[in-house]
């Protein structure tokens, strides 16, 4: 083996299969380490592809299309309301994550990965126990372990009793039916994505969040292009509102709702999907037992390499700190496996992409405009408004912006951000741009094809040098 017989002999256990999880112990197995992975889930996936982002991924290119029929009839051709066949969309959806985790499956055998389906704990600093799904118990001695437990939706104490009108995101992913009307409690990701599925299906979707704007953390001139398009697909959207309480009655979700001003209002509800946050799984995993430390919220503390303050056990993903992102997961995995490998790594991204897959979509890397406003950092910021993007106006999508923040004293791109049709596939530029530490002359001497989304990219840093052939500022002389 290339990395040597004695590296070969190390004994891993992974506990948690998710996107953090199963990366990391097929990278531990692709180097000749004895793994073992641990979930709770028949094959490996964990949230991401069971209840996260992938069936809620499926759904809204569902939803993406039901719109772009409807707004066809703007250019000439019209289409039939949709009928929605929601069995089969369930289906559908269903059999992608089963496309998907099978396909894992099958990976994990040619890896040679072991696989315990159960719930472990950690025993001591070198074993587990791991509750089987079958039955009985299997005890796992190990030289290091990674914990890549996830997270779990926040359920704020709002609800009076049980309610089978109350979902959370895993139970909103299976469209039981669709709502005359929903109320969405949280303007984050989860609840503007969600709520966007159930309002493409015909609800009446009410999003309330208790800060004063939407997606709180992204920057506003991105999330006011988002908004002017959600107002429209939203029956109401209630910011500086806060969610008191709900009980059911007579089938019915009676809500009460706060302002400012303490001023409490009611509405009824059909059904209700609460989604403030989600918290790590860092509980009931025995880590007493270890020399494992959390924070006052629950994440595990680990250092630049993934490693807890136990010098065996490892931590990556949402159990691990936030930004909670399945792709962070992943690139955590391949640090603490290198760790374990002996080699120098460490995880310090310059730019980590967010995207939320909206109708239009919103995403941003590295640092935000709000973020260095917040710290006093000075900053440059350039916008290109897709108005003035040829390929923006073929496909009716001129609502779309991009900006880039550079650092003054070097013209470096240190941040980015995208509002409009296919923002989470072009985030990947500009999130290889902060990486390879390009400057604003450097993307605007790209040569990018014509007519295309992308350009923008290059605009927005023509624009900088008040160069843009589509666009002119006045107020920008370079």
């Given at each position: 083996h290339e990395y040597g017989d004695k590296m070969s002999q190390k004994k891993v256990v992974v506990i948690g299969a998710g996107p953090g999880g199963y990366p990391a112990a097929f990278r531990a197995a692709d180097l000749g380490m004895d793994v073992t992975l641990v979930d709770p889930a028949s094959k490996p996936g964990g949230v991401c592809l069971y209840v996260g982002c992938i069936p809620s991924k499926a759904?809204?290119?569902?939803?993406?299309?039901?719109t772009e029929a409807s707004h066809a009839n703007e250019y000439g051709v019209k289409f039939d309301d949709p009928q929605i066949d929601l069995e089969k969309l369930r289906t559908w959806k269903d059999n992608v994550v089963g496309k998907l985790t099978g396909g894992l499956g099958m990976l994990m055998k040619q890896r040679k990965v072991k696989y315990a389906q159960g719930v472990a704990s950690f025993s001591s600093s070198n074993q587990?126990?791991?509750?089987?799904?079958?039955?009985?118990?299997?005890?796992?001695?190990?030289?290091y372990a990674i914990i890549a437990t996830g997270s779990i939706p926040v359920l704020p104490p709002i609800v009076e009793g049980e309610s089978t009108l109350v979902m959370d995101s895993t139970s909103a992913l299976e469209i039981p039916d669709v709502p005359k009307n929903l109320l969405v409690v949280g303007g984050g990701y989860i609840g503007l994505e969600l709520g966007t599925v159930y309002a493409s299906l015909g609800t009446k979707v009410t999003v309330v969040e208790m800060t004063s704007g939407l997606l709180p953390g992204a920057d506003r001139d991105l999330v006011d292009v988002l908004k002017s398009d959600l107002d429209t697909r939203f029956d109401q959207i209630l910011l500086n509102?806060?969610?008191?309480?709900?009980?059911?009655?007579?089938?019915?979700?009676?809500?009460?709702?706060?302002?400012?001003?303490?001023t409490n209002s009611n509405m009824t509800f059909d059904k209700a999907l609460i989604a403030v946050g989600r918290r790590p799984m860092s509980k009931n995993l025995g880590l007493e037992n270890t020399n494992v430390k959390t924070n006052e919220r629950g994440f595990v503390q680990i250092d630049k390499q993934c490693r807890t303050s136990d010098q065996n056990i490892f931590a990556i993903g949402d159990v691990a700190g936030e930004p909670m992102l399945a792709h962070k997961a992943t690139s955590e995995a391949h640090v603490a496996v290198d760790v374990i490998n002996g080699k120098p790594e460490s995880f310090d991204p310059l730019a980590i992409p967010a995207v939320v897959f909206t109708e239009p979509e919103l995403a941003w890397t590295g640092l935000s405009e709000l973020e260095a406003r917040q710290k006093n950092w000075e900053i440059e910021v350039t916008k290109f408004p897709w108005a003035a993007s040829g390929r923006a106006t073929t496909m009716g999508k001129k609502k779309g912006l991009t900006k880039l923040i550079s650092e003054p004293s070097t013209n470096r791109i240190i941040g980015a951000g995208i509002v409009g049709n296919g923002a989470g596939e072009?985030?990947?530029?500009?999130?290889?741009?902060?990486?390879?530490?390009?400057?604003?002359?450097?993307?605007?001497?790209?040569?990018?094809?014509?007519?295309?989304?992308?350009?923008?990219?290059?605009?927005?840093?023509?624009l900088f040098y008040n160069q843009s052939p589509h666009f002119y500022s006045p107020k920008r002389k370079k």
């Open positions: 759904l809204l290119h569902a939803a993406h299309t039901i587990v126990i791991v509750q089987l799904q079958e039955g009985g118990e299997q005890i796992i001695d190990f030289d509102t806060r969610v008191e309480k709900i009980s059911e009655k007579s089938g019915k979700l009676r809500v009460t709702l706060s302002d400012l001003e303490k072009m985030i990947a530029e500009a999130t290889l741009a902060i990486e390879m530490g390009t400057k604003l002359d450097d993307m605007k001497s790209v040569i990018h094809a014509h007519p295309t989304l992308s350009e923008t990219f290059m605009e927005s840093a023509e």
